[in-house]
């Protein structure tokens, strides 16, 4: 089991974001974008993002300006993650790859590296964490759904039938129109406790006070992508 996160720095934020893409969803609107060669899931992972610290808020930043700059409010390094040659491979069939971004080096540079975290030690976590989703009952709901339209409340349903009853309010759909104006899955978020990274997927680690619910942009019966 990966260990636990700790920032050594900036560590005054509340959550991790867990960022999921549904690949078929997410290549299929992005010319640039193919899923990962020997990928062993639908659910791809786009990362591991701590929340608005409270020092930058205090300063007057919101979440909005934070979920586009993130770690470009600190002084940081550029330098790509140190991984292991096991890491490096499951993110290899894990990670959506874009033909003209390095999806890894960006997330971890915008996302990671002003926490602290050692390459290695946030990868390892964040496919831990993809892993727990992708063998869920909600993992397998999805799976069973591909190729067919999906009312948001029976897939909000199926997260917490999974996750707690509790839990719906820890996620938030994320879909864009295709040519055909499909409301398509594209990705999903799911809030999850810093102090209680370590007990996902209990129902007590997700974070939900705000209701991540709110930034759906998912209206209508969803396309889950095949």
């Not at 791809?44 to 808020?57: E, F, K, N, Y």
Request: overall charge negative; some cysteine.
């Amino acid at each position: 089991m990966a260990s636990n996160l700790q920032a050594s720095r900036n560590g005054d934020f509340s959550h991790y974001t867990l960022a999921l893409a549904w690949q078929p969803g997410f290549c299929k609107l992005s010319q640039s974008c193919q899923m990962p060669l020997n990928s062993d899931g639908a659910l791809g992972l786009l990362g591991l993002w701590p929340s608005l610290p409270a020092s930058l808020q205090e300063q007057g930043v919101n979440d909005e300006s934070w979920r586009l700059k993130s770690c470009f409010y600190f002084s940081h390094s550029v330098d790509d993650p140190q991984l292991s040659e096991e890491v490096r491979a499951r993110l290899a069939r894990a990670i959506p790859k874009l033909l003209d971004d390095d999806l890894i080096s960006s997330v971890f540079v915008k996302h990671a590296q002003c926490f602290g975290f050692a390459g290695n030690d946030y990868f390892a976590k964040a496919l831990q964490l993809r892993q727990s989703v992708l063998d869920s009952a909600f993992g397998s709901y999805l799976n069973s759904k591909q190729g067919s339209m999906v009312d948001p409340a029976a897939l909000r349903l199926a997260f917490t039938q999974a996750f707690g009853a509790a839990s719906g309010a820890a996620l938030s759909l994320r879909c864009q129109r295709d040519a055909q104006q499909h409301n398509v899955l594209t990705s999903l978020e799911i809030q999850i406790s810093a102090q209680r990274l370590n007990a996902f997927p209990a129902e007590a680690s997700l974070w939900h006070p705000g209701g991540a619910e709110a930034s759906d942009t998912c209206y209508g019966p969803i396309w889950i992508a095949n």
